[in-house]
């Protein structure tokens, strides 16, 4: 009684892989895939291979592109005198979503984390050091996530960069727009009374 | 202040035109080929088209397969003369999961839905009459599913089938094993009643 169909088990066990995806749902997805026009299936597998060819890290901040340096930094347009420092690519794009910053980027590619081996070295701080040593840079935001190790790493960035003359900011902490008061945890709350502002 | 890697909305594209996959999960899906091995990229873009490429209905069953008849129509050791009629290949992977029947298949590809264009014509009904001339089949078990589409097809295709001598039965009605009776619906419930068996 052995019913296997390798192809399909091959797709099955390749989108199982991806995260969040469990076993029920791969099988969903694969299904899916069979039922479409073949063109699908091979303009979503030259998607697969083109992204991952022709995308890598922007030669200056380190965050995606598919050019030499990224479209952020190679635009004069932007504010090439601050620089927002993230964890991962992915928060360019929430900045980018915003549409109110107009600087530009440095991607870090992690936090420090000597619990998981993830030492300064290990990320991305020599390549933010050296855009620093031109003097253009005025100031740098500190945008880690509201983590331990997001702030560990803001503070050890901010304390090789504030000897430098460089202004260091970090983003400020609050209860999230349109949040319910009553479920913000009693950190959050303590944060947000701390750094009230006059209205 | 456009920010736009074109390879990578393509990924996403793709990713959201899989069902159940929303934007911020393909955004999700497509961030984290980017950040594994160039291989698994690969190796997933092969599978895509391999699946689509080798994977057809068995000219016997209509099940999926990626050989001429499939494993299940190939065996001897399988009940030839028992035909269970399902809806979908994917239902053939559920009853194949049970272990517990060894009779042979035979998949639909749909349910009669008059509302939905549907008619009795677009579905696999020849290719099952045909495999009925032979006289060897002894019983057709009904397995569409439980709603009035499947209730519709099951007494379309029991009404060709019976004048030919074959019995023709129905999947049992009842109360899901494993569930509570509290949830049930009435429906079920009715069903379920109806159908009792002496202990």
Redesign the interface.
């Known amino acids: 009684?052995?019913?296997?169909?390798?192809?399909?088990n091959?797709?099955i066990?390749?989108f199982s892989?991806?995260?969040?995806?469990g076993k029920k749902?791969a099988?969903?997805?694969?299904?899916?895939?069979?039922e479409q026009p073949?063109e699908?299936?091979?303009?979503?597998?030259?998607?697969?291979?083109?992204?991952?060819?022709?995308?890598h890290f922007c030669k200056v901040c380190q965050a995606?592109?598919?050019l030499d340096t990224?479209?952020?930094c190679d635009?004069p347009s932007?504010d090439h005198s601050t620089i927002c420092v993230v964890e991962d690519?992915?928060d360019?794009?929430a900045f980018?979503r915003m549409?109110e910053y107009?600087g530009v980027y440095h991607v870090l590619h992690g936090v420090i984390s000597p619990l998981d081996g993830i030492t300064p070295d290990k990320l991305r701080i020599k390549e933010l050091m050296s855009r620093l040593s031109s003097g253009e840079v005025k100031e740098i935001i500190m945008a880690t996530n509201p983590t331990v190790e997001g702030e560990a790493t803001a503070s050890y960035i901010s304390r090789l960069v504030k000897p430098m003359g460089i202004k260091v900011t970090r983003l400020a902490y609050g209860i999230p727009v349109g949040g319910d008061l009553e479920y913000a945890d009693e950190f959050t709350l303590a944060r947000s009374l701390e750094g009230r502002n006059e209205i």
Chains 1, 2 share one sequence.
Request: hydrophobic share 40%; net charge positive; with cysteine.
């Open positions: 009684m052995n019913y296997n169909i390798i192809p399909l091959e797709l066990n390749q892989r991806l995260p969040g995806i749902t099988e969903r997805l694969s299904f899916s895939i069979l073949p699908y299936a091979e303009n979503f597998a030259k998607a697969l291979t083109e992204a991952r060819e022709k995308i995606l592109t598919d990224c479209q952020i635009n932007r690519p992915k360019v794009m980018e549409r107009s």
